[in-house]
């Protein structure tokens, strides 16, 4: 079925993100599926998931903040950065200064440089780190610049795991794409000279959307059953944050040919509106302002 829109999935644990939008493409009947942004398995939370033609939008609703509540465990460390992982090191965290340890979380806002844990999909030499781990080669982890918008609610108790005194702590993140909150757990522990790693993680924005917008696999099959899915399914488009161009009848003839259409708009991806008002689809201008189409939507 030829099905175009997009759907705000709540993703449970357990679940790998690409298994969830396999599962909600089924459900609903579409042909293709394409997700806005990996939540590892043990994690849960927004998931944008778009189908048909609408998979053509992700890289761009992939640009959107993320939002997310963490909890992490200070005084253990592990292979991949949390709880799934082996445990590491451990450090005593029983003198551990609280105003200090929220001092030092706070202090992580703005822009950084973080490696990704090894055990992740961030591919080094045409090989996803995770297949280095699991072979037990050593590798040099890139780092990356990423963007901590905000940290917030932070909480702080005394806690146990596994027989190990930890520290629980949890807080708010506002965070630009292609951050590995696992590794700000990890870097928290090691900027207070002690251990960390993230112990769960709720992904509760993406972009526009909340956990108010999100459903639940179970609800989405409900809603289908019930004949009531388009009720769910919404356009993408406007959430793209991309600015349009306006063809006349002329022009986008010659968009819709694959001609070169002449504009004085900057360089940049546009959204093409055809005369008739219809969103065909996404191009790009180059320096030369020549505005060529690079993804339709019909």
């Not at 465990?73 to 445990?87: A, M, P, Q, R, V």
């Not at 959307?209 to 289908?224: C, H, P, S, T, W």
Request: glycine letters at 10%; hydrophobic letters at 35%.
């Amino acid at each position: 079925m030829d099905i175009n829109g997009a759907i705000v999935l709540y993703k449970e644990k357990g679940i790998s993100s690409f298994s969830a939008a396999s599962r909600v493409r089924k459900i609903v009947g579409a042909n293709k599926a394409g997700h806005t942004g990996t939540l590892d398995p043990m994690a849960e939370g927004i998931l944008v998931i778009c189908f048909g033609k609408h998979t053509r939008l992700t890289e761009y609703l992939l640009q959107d903040e993320k939002a997310y509540r963490v909890t992490m465990f200070l005084g253990i460390s592990t292979d991949t950065f949390d709880l799934e992982g082996n445990i590491q090191g451990y450090s005593d965290v029983r003198q551990i200064n609280e105003n200090k340890l929220i001092e030092t979380i706070e202090g992580f806002k703005g822009i950084i440089e973080q490696k990704p844990p090894v055990y992740s999909a961030i591919k080094v030499e045409g090989r996803k780190l995770y297949d280095y781990a699991r072979k037990g080669i050593e590798v040099e982890v890139p780092s990356r610049t990423v963007y901590i918008h905000d940290i917030t609610n932070i909480n702080i108790s005394n806690g146990e795991y596994m027989g190990y005194l930890i520290k629980n702590v949890s807080f708010d993140v506002k965070c630009s794409k292609g951050t590995y909150i696992r590794s700000l757990c990890n870097d928290i522990g090691t900027a207070m000279n002690s251990h960390g790693a993230m112990a769960d993680l709720i992904r509760t924005g993406n972009g526009r959307f909340g956990l108010n917008d999100a459903v639940r696999i179970d609800e989405i099959q409900k809603y289908v059953s019930e004949g009531r899915v388009n009720e769910i399914i919404f356009d993408p488009i406007p959430y793209c944050g991309l600015k349009s161009i306006i063809l006349n009848e002329d022009d986008s003839k010659k968009y819709l040919n694959g001609l070169n259409v002449l504009t004085e708009k900057e360089s940049s991806d546009y959204l093409a509106v055809l005369s008739d008002g219809t969103t065909a689809g996404i191009g790009k201008v180059d320096k030369d302002g020549n505005f060529r189409s690079r993804k339709r939507l019909i």
